[in-house]
């Protein structure tokens, strides 16, 4: 099983989300790039699984007063559905505007020193949703007095995924029970970074002088 969640159209070594392994998740909440609001989609090439979904999205029932599978209220409601059809009809265009905007950062941020865009294998179809940065360590400004300076300009760039789930209180009880150090690694580094259609392409080379500022410059420490 595969957490898909925001890779509507993209490909992986060639091949189109949705097909890797037993099933895909898919999330299309509203901050993903296909979005019905909320909702999401569990894609399968499995029959029984697919059945056993469908059953379990319905409270497992199978007719009439008759529930043989554990389930939940998973359907999909109306308005959302019809969000996702329009959404559906203006996805190209949306996945070009989210183009347009990374490649600015990636031209801009390639020779600011301390940060490092993530970037998009030309190889595969991406969706350019994500605008990822790692800031390097160490370096002048730290990944959290970036997002404090981009914060202060009304920027808002987000740290992700961080903390990781296993070092949240609610999934590890008092202590943190595993150690990932690599994932550890990557969520201190990166910083997410405005993008999207009702970005404007000037909002882009603002937030880029933004980073080269406080890249370049550094923060004094008190
Ligand atoms: C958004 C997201 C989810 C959760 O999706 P929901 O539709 O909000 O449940 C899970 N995993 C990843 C990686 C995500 O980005």
């Known amino acids: 099983m595969f957490d898909a969640a925001h890779a509507y159209r993209c490909t992986h ?6 097909s ?14 296909f979005n019905t609001l909320e909702g999401g989609a569990v894609v399968t090439n499995d029959d029984v ?12 029932f199978a007719g009439y007063d008759n529930v043989i599978h554990d389930g939940t209220n998973g359907k999909m409601v109306e308005a959302s559905a019809a969000m996702g059809l ?6 190209s265009s949306f996945v070009e505007a989210n183009r347009i905007r990374y490649e600015i950062y990636r ?24 605008i990822v940065a790692a800031v390097d360590i ?10 404090d300076v981009l914060h202060a300009e ?12 296993h070092r949240m209180k609610t999934y590890t009880g008092t202590a943190p029970t595993v150690s990932l150090q690599h994932t550890e690694q990557v969520a201190e580094r990166n910083i997410v970074l405005p993008s999207g259609p009702s970005l404007t392409v000037d909002d882009v080379h603002l937030i880029c002088d933004v980073i080269a500022f406080a890249c370049e410059r550094g923060i004094e420490h008190p």
């Open 13 to 18: 070594r060639g091949k189109r989300i949705g």
């Open 20 to 33: 890797f392994g037993a099933c895909e998740v898919l999330s299309f909440h509203a901050t993903k790039v």
């Open 49 to 60: 699984l697919a059945d056993t979904m469908r059953l379990m999205r319905n409270f497992g």
């Open 86 to 91: 329009t959404n559906l009809e203006a996805l």
């Open 107 to 130: 031209d801009r941020l390639a020779d600011v020193p301390g940060v490092e865009l993530v970037l998009y294998d030309e190889r595969e179809e991406n969706n350019y949703h994500y």
């Open 138 to 147: 160490p370096s002048r400004v730290t990944r959290d007095q970036l997002i």
């Open 154 to 165: 009304n920027i808002l760039a987000r740290k992700y995924f961080w903390p990781g789930c």
